[in-house]
């Protein structure tokens, strides 16, 4: 019988070791550890000025390495300055920060092919990583516990990186159909590079999860479990080429990544990726909206929005959902006929558009499909009421997982004396933004929107960061490094639950307490649900 809590915790400390291994190689290597380490406390911007660092980005970085408890970061709430400290761990740690090498390399060397296929370059590479890996790099295991639990720590961080990619490029690639999940086969039966292809398998195989018998591959139970899961490694995974450009971020152009092309994609996330990896992880979420818009929507017909607006529509997937769940689990749905749901679908991304309209009318339900900006509901509103006669204000207004991704703007009205709660770190371009500052821009951002939501709600499903002393406690319980890592350097603002709630206050927008869920509901959520109404 396999341990399900143990092998969960493995896939954590992966997602930690992809965004770890980046950022703590690269300010060993520049030299910024040996400071740290000389100077025992050290605030933020001594640190930029002496290495000459996009002090956000930096601040960033170091966030994520205290989160993993190798030292310790404090913000002064009433100077918004942040210090930098050494602890326990941090001279061991540091020490072993070399072992990251190879896999950083191997992910600056492979952003040259293609990211979902299995080429032979990058595999002579990968090869060798394997070998030095089941020889645990060397490591005499020490008999000092602490040292102990952070050399594992560092190895399971490598381990993260051998096993996450490769995961999700099988996973996308339907080696985890049930096909394959049940039955033994031979890695020429799946793969046109059957050579390379064992590589991996024999790997896997090392860890535990196939066993191998003449040739033949079939799954663990383990195995299993990690297949099932692969999508878990998506989105994380799917930030690779930020971490790859971690060096130029850090100290050399901040804005590297966002130096597009007209009609090229974005570059700093694989997109297709994100979604699929996304896609897998939001089904618990979903399965509580549905809750919530039963409920809603079984309140007496005088009670009920008129409709639904999905700001950041995407493929129109959750709206068909939403639709689907009026229609056939709801009082409204028995009465479409004499009280029809305004459907709307918005999105920034024009592209988005067309595919919303095409797959909402190939399930044959009527919407409007809209561009729209989620920093400018008064634009969307107008283009509601002029050219389709629908008062933005009688929408249930729903958008999951967008309100951290906004463009930033700074703040028109700074709030004074305000003090940030918020631990987050956050950066724009590699500029370091102040908390308080990210609060007063969420302010304006829900004051945008409250006269809009004010009687039937914002429902909402939002990621959030924890504080790093929490997270760095419990390890293997959280996603919460790879979360701040992955957005942190795309210029994402994340803040914690206690933090989005005192600011949609200001904004006069509270959660009602009968919808209200986080995940998991502990000190450590990152995610939460919210329907946001006013006073």
């Known amino acids: 019988m396999i ?85 326990e761990k941090s001279e061991i740690a540091f020490s072993l920060f070399p072992l990251y090498k190879d896999v950083v390399e191997l992910l ?13 370059a990058p595999f002579e590479r990968l090869k060798s990583i394997f070998e030095k890996y089941k020889d645990n790099y060397g490591i005499s295991f020490s008999t000092d516990s602490l040292t102990n639990t952070l050399q594992h720590q560092i190895l399971k961080h490598i381990e993260g990186f051998l096993v996450g990619p490769t995961l999700v490029r099988l996973g996308m690639s339907g080696m985890f159909h049930k096909y394959f999940m049940e039955i033994s086969f031979r890695p020429e039966e799946f793969h046109k590079s059957p050579e390379h292809f064992k590589i991996i398998l024999d790997f896997l195989a090392y860890l535990g999860w196939f066993t191998q018998k003449n040739g033949n591959y079939q799954f663990t139970e383990a195995g299993l479990f990690f ?158 009421r002029e050219n389709y006669n629908i008062d933005l204000k009688d929408l249930l207004n729903v958008r999951t997982f967008l309100d951290h991704n906004r463009i930033w703007e700074m703040p028109k009205q700074i709030t004074k004396g305000r003090i940030s709660n918020s631990t987050g770190a956050f950066a724009h371009r590699g500029m370091r933004i102040s908390n308080n500052l990210v609060e007063d821009n969420l302010l304006e951002h829900f004051n945008k929107w409250s006269p809009y939501v004010r009687k039937f709600g914002l429902l909402i499903i939002e990621l959030h960061t924890v504080v790093p002393y929490l997270t760095a406690s419990n390890l293997g319980k959280t996603a919460a490094t790879a979360y701040d890592a992955s957005h942190g350097f795309s210029d994402q603002f994340i803040v914690e639950i206690d933090v989005l709630h005192k600011i949609a206050a200001e904004a006069g927008l509270h959660p009602d307490p009968n919808y209200f869920k986080k995940f998991p509901d502990s000190e450590i959520a990152t995610v939460s649900i919210n329907l946001l109404k006013g006073d």
């Open 108 to 120: 600056q060397f492979s952003m040259d092919f293609h990211p979902r296929l299995f080429e032979e």
């Open 227 to 384: 297949a099932k899961r692969a999508s878990a490694y998506g989105v994380t995974v799917s930030y690779l080429p930020t971490f790859s450009k971690m060096d130029e971020l850090i100290f050399g152009n901040p804005s590297v990544l966002r130096i597009v092309g007209d009609g090229e994609d974005e570059i700093h996330v694989d997109r297709e990726m994100n979604v699929w990896g996304s896609g897998g992880a939001h089904d618990t979420y979903f399965k509580v909206i549905d809750e919530i818009i039963i409920k809603l929507f079984n309140l007496p017909i005088e009670e009920q929005p008129k409709g639904i607006l999905d700001m950041g529509c995407g493929n129109g997937a959750f709206l068909e959902h939403i639709f689907n769940v009026i229609d056939r689990q709801t009082l409204r749905g028995t009465m479409l006929n004499t009280h029809p749901l305004f459907l709307v679908g918005a999105d920034y991304n024009e592209a988005a558009l067309k595919v919303t309209r095409a797959n909402l009318i190939k399930a044959d339900i009527w919407a409007k499909v809209i561009w729209g900006d989620i920093g400018r509901p008064d634009l969307l509103a107008e283009d509601l």
């Open 3 to 87: 341990d399900n809590v143990s092998l969960r915790s493995t896939i954590f400390k992966h997602l930690d070791g992809l965004v770890t291994a980046p950022v703590a190689y690269l300010l060993y290597k520049k030299g910024i550890m040996a400071c740290i380490l000389d100077k025992k406390k050290i605030t933020l911007s001594e640190l930029s000025s002496q290495f000459k660092a996009n002090e956000g980005y930096l601040n960033v970085g170091l966030r994520v390495l205290a989160s993993q408890g190798f030292l310790d970061y404090q913000i002064n709430a009433s100077t918004d300055e942040i210090a930098i400290s050494v602890n």
